[in-house]
């Protein structure tokens, strides 16, 4: 099972340290590959470090790919998170 | 789990701690800090490094960070390696720590040390440089 779909970055802080590291506790349980591209940088969504290496600002679009038996349920996560910006604010 | 202690100049180790709990929040970060002064003697210093040790390892080995290879804490530090048991890694950084803990969980001492010093080292980052270039990262 694969699933694409489009994700905008709505917290003030943009994919910062503390957002990435709740994007890789939320994936935790889930069995599947994650990945979060931003323009021309593709992350990990399970590695804190490769998240953040994309550079990814406030409002900007990542577009989000999830293989595997879980992806729906951890698209589904990913996706309230990001629209819960990140718990903040 | 391997244990983790670090062993760094001044307030460093403490400060490195605290500020890596205030990125990953809820996660579990049990790691041993021995701050270390120049002005202290080496051999208290080796007896701090001992006993942290010694509470850091249930079992599986320690993994010692210090701050700087060639430093009070580094040289000391080294005086603890011990094949498969004990290592250490110099130039502890905050990615370090921040990968450490998502990925302490069901590696060896060993793994878990090679793992760690890749991303310390791939966190060091020209920034015009990563950004110029088209890069997974």
């Known amino acids: ?16 340290l503390r957002a990435a590291s709740k994007i890789v506790s939320a994936l935790r349980d889930f069995k599947c590959d994650v990945e979060l591209t931003y323009e021309h940088r593709t992350a990990n969504a399970r590695s804190i470090m490769s998240l953040t290496q994309l550079i990814a600002p406030p409002g900007s679009v990542l577009f989000l790919r999830v293989k595997g038996p879980d992806a729906v349920r951890a698209a589904l996560a990913l996706e309230k998170l990001f629209q819960d910006r990140f718990g903040e604010e | 789990m391997v244990g983790i202690v670090i062993v760094a100049h001044g307030g460093l180790s403490d400060e490195l701690i605290r500020t890596t709990s205030l990125i990953v929040e809820d996660e579990m970060i049990s790691v041993h800090s021995v701050p270390v ?7 208290d210093i080796k007896r701090r490094i001992h006993t942290a040790i010694k509470q850091a390892d249930d079992g599986d080995g320690v993994l010692i960070f210090t701050d700087m290879f060639g430093g009070t804490p580094s040289n000391i530090a080294l005086s603890f390696l011990q094949e498969d048991r004990v290592d250490v890694i110099s130039g502890v950084n905050l990615p370090m720590l921040v990968d450490l803990v998502y990925s302490r969980e069901g590696k060896t001492l060993a793994e878990l040390a090679a793992q760690l010093t890749e991303t310390g080292k791939n966190n060091i980052l020209l920034a015009s440089q990563y950004l110029r270039g088209n890069q997974r990262t």
């Not at chain 1, 099972?1 to 910062?16: D, F, I, P, S, Y």
């Not at chain 2, 002064?37 to 051999?43: A, I, K, Q, R, Y």
């Open chain 2, 37 to 43: 002064t120049d002005l202290e003697d080496p051999d």
């Open chain 1, 1 to 16: 099972m694969t699933v694409e779909k489009q994700l905008t970055v709505q917290n003030r802080a943009g994919m910062h």
